[in-house]
């Protein structure tokens, strides 16, 4: 039993010790003076849920580990649960920008204002229940973004317009750079309407058999 204050405008109240998850049952009556208390079929009860829990425990997925995104990386993590109110909406926080309430979602990819430039980031999520109680993923995510396209790609031989003798002529070019942050990881080489790729390493590749007449052809880096 607790005991209620009288406050201004003969409003009373009181403050209930918080317990466990779960259903609350509060009935009211009064006592006067004289001993003289509400018949218990006269009490008014009214019923409280009470959620002061936070979601379960859950987990960032991607990107982590200092692997390279885009300037709107698209984030994903592990659903937490909530067995009492339920998770009301997840909120992403990286570090050193505004944070961001997502919603129910377990992946959300940054729109254009969200964009970030170049450097190193790290990122955490929040699950947040429908009472406002709030768990922080159990790990922190990492991401490197590079918004840069490699230079262009100057090609080696054979010269344009040159007669070649062999219908697998050896196509070669000059070994492209990047001018971010990641460096280059292939290229991309399209010979006609087929299109091969090739390791960072490579500055050359054998075409299949091509048949009589002119071919274009032309590289492509990738970071």
């Not at 009064?30 to 019923?47: K, L, S």
């Not at 377990?106 to 190193?120: C, S, V």
Request: aromatic share 6%; with cysteine.
């Amino acid at each position: 039993m607790v005991t209620a204050t009288e406050g201004e405008g003969g409003v009373w109240s009181l403050t209930w010790p918080v317990g466990a998850d779960g259903p609350l049952t509060l009935c009211a009556y009064g006592r006067d003076v004289e001993g003289n208390e509400t018949q218990t079929a006269q009490m008014p009860c009214r019923t409280i849920l009470r959620d002061v829990s936070p979601p379960s425990a859950f987990t960032l997925t991607s990107p982590d580990g200092g692997a390279w995104a885009g300037e709107r990386p698209t984030l994903r993590w592990n659903a937490a649960t909530d067995a009492v109110s339920g998770v009301n909406a997840y909120v992403v926080a990286i570090a050193g920008h505004p944070e961001i309430n997502v919603g129910n979602v377990t992946q959300y990819q940054l729109d254009a204002d969200e964009a970030l430039t170049d450097g190193d980031y790290t990122w955490t999520v929040r699950a947040v229940d429908r009472m406002g109680n709030a768990r922080t993923s159990t790990n922190t995510g990492s991401f490197r973004v590079d918004t840069l396209k490699p230079r262009d790609v100057t090609l080696a031989s054979p010269e344009n317009t040159a007669w070649v003798s062999t219908r697998t002529p050896q196509l070669c070019w000059n070994a492209a750079t990047d001018r971010g942050l990641s460096g280059i990881a292939g290229y991309r080489v399209t010979i006609g309407t087929t299109t091969i790729t090739a390791a960072a390493s490579d500055t050359c590749v054998l075409p299949t058999a091509l048949g009589d007449g002119p071919t274009t052809w032309a590289v492509q880096a990738i970071d």
